[in-house]
């Protein structure tokens, strides 16, 4: 024993301060390795990897349970009922109030010299175009063949060149649409387009409604047609809207809706409420919301935050928290704050960009509903409407942050509505432009331990290098000093059984 301890301290005392510097160097360098590798899965990838591996490959070597075992494997229907929700709760959406490209998003990128919109979401707008303006019997008639072309074009410049040639042939409805969206470079000339346009399209859609009865291929192009009425009406509504003739535009969305009762799909009543906080119109917009804000239809912020405001108004003219934490809140007020909470739930998002604490930038074509997209499309146009209500903003800065409180685990379960996706930020990343814009992520993701581990290692191992580089003599000592301390319990334990046991049994015992 005595021989060991001495073979010991000669081997410490060999030691040079050259070599602690190049040990700590070592250490710090491999710690910072791991931190970088750790930190870029991490942002990648939105989890730990040695954590991953030691859940996915350790726990079963050790005997944890399996996460596709059969015990497991099977769900409740409340469960499955909650994971098909929120499959559904990450589809993709067209913005309803999505901006023109060729007036607005084209004037913003010759200005800042940055792309408003990111490939994924022009490309899903480019199938949506191919949905609802192209069908099977487009190569009969010339000028549609083309547009079935153009449509499909990455180029903006050959879509354009494309929608004139076949303007050369005959007015067509989709061509000029096009020419609207990507080409004109106001608003005004845009509607001078869609006016053309509706001539073109109202002239087909007569045709095809009275042959759409006499085959697969005639109710085919009558459905195509429909859709281009629509789509048209609506942009001619929005160009009224953006014009400034505010009354305009709701009529044209009132008829609109009539006559096409059953295309929700465009969520059109999403713009009428837009033009009807424009109005200051409140009965109508409550009226709107009676019908549309049912348990059966899908929610959007538009929708939740709207009927927030509504509530919000009746009340946050006198509202004072210090006020309301002396006496309580009245039935209003408490109605008022259950509304916000309903739609901090829906989508957490939106608060930030109403209170200003995040900037805003052009919406996209596309949103993910309950993610950061909808809630810039959804505050870039309706921040003026909660700044004209007196005390609107001041209401939701005070009382939406305690919706956290009542949904602490918001991915497991949900309060008045299903557990929050948590694929919206992955999606979110597609559609938003992240070179200048941070996306807003919840629940917030924190750093995981050995990210947090790894950089405490790294940050004292390199302290320990540079202290032994520059006081080898001192750092020496303590390192010898320091050493001694952590076999100290060792050695006292030893000697203790040095002196009980017979000199004869630990002879054997360290030949042994």
């Given at each position: 024993m005595f021989g060991t301890e001495s073979s010991l301290s000669m081997f410490l005392n060999t030691l040079t301060p050259k070599f602690y510097v190049a040990l700590t160097g070592t250490s710090s360098l491999i710690s910072g390795l791991i931190l970088i590798f750790e930190w870029w899965y991490f942002r990648k990838y939105g989890t730990s990897f040695i954590e991953q591996v030691s859940v996915s490959h350790l726990r079963p070597l050790l005997g944890g349970v399996d996460s596709s075992s059969p015990s497991n494997a099977n769900t409740s229907n409340g469960e499955a009922d909650s994971n098909r929700q929120s499959v559904s709760e990450c589809k993709?959406?067209?913005?309803?109030?999505?901006?023109?490209?060729?007036?607005?998003?084209?004037?913003?990128?010759?200005?800042?010299?940055?792309?408003?919109?990111t490939y994924y979401d022009m490309n899903l707008s480019a199938q949506d175009h191919q949905t609802f303006f192209t069908c099977d019997s487009d190569h009969l008639r010339p000028a549609d063949a083309i547009m079935q072309k153009a449509w499909r074009e990455r180029n903006p410049q050959a879509r354009i060149s494309a929608a004139h040639e076949a303007l050369e042939l005959e007015d067509c409805a989709t061509a000029y649409i096009l020419l609207a969206e990507e080409e004109a470079t106001t608003i005004m000339e845009a509607e001078r387009l869609f006016k053309q346009a509706l001539k073109a399209g109202e002239s087909c859609y007569r045709r095809s409604q009275q042959l759409q009865h006499h085959g697969t291929q005639y109710e085919a192009q009558h459905r195509r047609d429909t859709n281009v009425l629509v789509y048209i009406k609506r942009r001619l509504a929005m160009c009224s809207r953006k014009?400034?003739?505010?009354?305009?535009?709701?009529?044209?969305?009132?008829?609109?809706?009539?006559?096409?009762?059953?295309?929700?799909?465009?969520?059109?009543?999403?713009?009428?409420l837009e033009s009807l906080l424009e109005l200051q119109n409140y009965a109508d917009v409550q009226a709107v919301l009676a019908k549309y804000d049912d348990i059966s239809l899908p929610k959007s912020a538009t929708i939740c935050y709207t009927a927030a405001l509504l509530k919000a108004r009746a009340v946050s003219d006198k509202f004072s928290p210090e006020a309301a934490s002396r006496r309580g809140l009245s039935t209003a007020e408490m109605n008022a704050v259950e509304a916000i909470h309903r739609a901090v739930e829906f989508n957490p998002h939106v608060p930030k960009y109403l209170l200003e604490m995040k900037s805003l930038i052009l919406p996209p074509e596309h949103i993910l509903k309950r993610g950061d997209s909808e809630a810039i499309a959804y505050a870039f146009f309706h921040l003026q409407h909660w700044k004209r209500v007196e005390g609107a903003l001041n209401l939701l800065h005070c009382t939406w942050e305690g919706t956290f409180r009542m949904i602490p685990y918001p991915l497991e379960k949900g309060h008045?509505?299903?557990?929050?996706?948590?694929?919206?930020?992955?999606?979110?990343?597609?559609?938003?432009?992240?070179?200048?814009?941070?996306?807003?992520?919840?629940?917030?993701?924190?750093?995981?331990?050995?990210?947090?581990?790894?950089?405490?290692?790294?940050?004292?191992?390199?302290?320990?290098?540079l202290l032994t580089h520059q006081f080898p003599e001192l750092m020496g000592v303590f390192a010898k000093a320091f050493l001694s301390t952590l076999f100290a319990p060792l050695n006292f334990i030893m000697e203790k059984v040095e002196s009980i046991l017979p000199s004869s049994l630990w002879h054997q015992l360290t030949r042994i």
């Open positions: 993709v959406w067209r913005n309803p109030l999505n901006l023109f490209r060729g007036a607005e998003y084209n004037r913003y990128t010759w200005v800042t010299g940055r792309e408003p919109l014009l400034g003739r505010t009354r305009e535009a709701v009529k044209m969305m009132r008829d609109l809706m009539k006559e096409f009762p059953l295309l929700s799909m465009f969520n059109i009543h999403e713009n009428l008045l509505f299903y557990p929050y996706p948590i694929c919206t930020e992955t999606a979110d990343r597609e559609l938003l432009p992240t070179v200048f814009h941070e996306v807003s992520v919840y629940p917030k993701k924190e750093l995981p331990f050995f990210i947090l581990f790894t950089a405490g290692l790294c940050s004292f191992t390199a302290m320990l290098a």
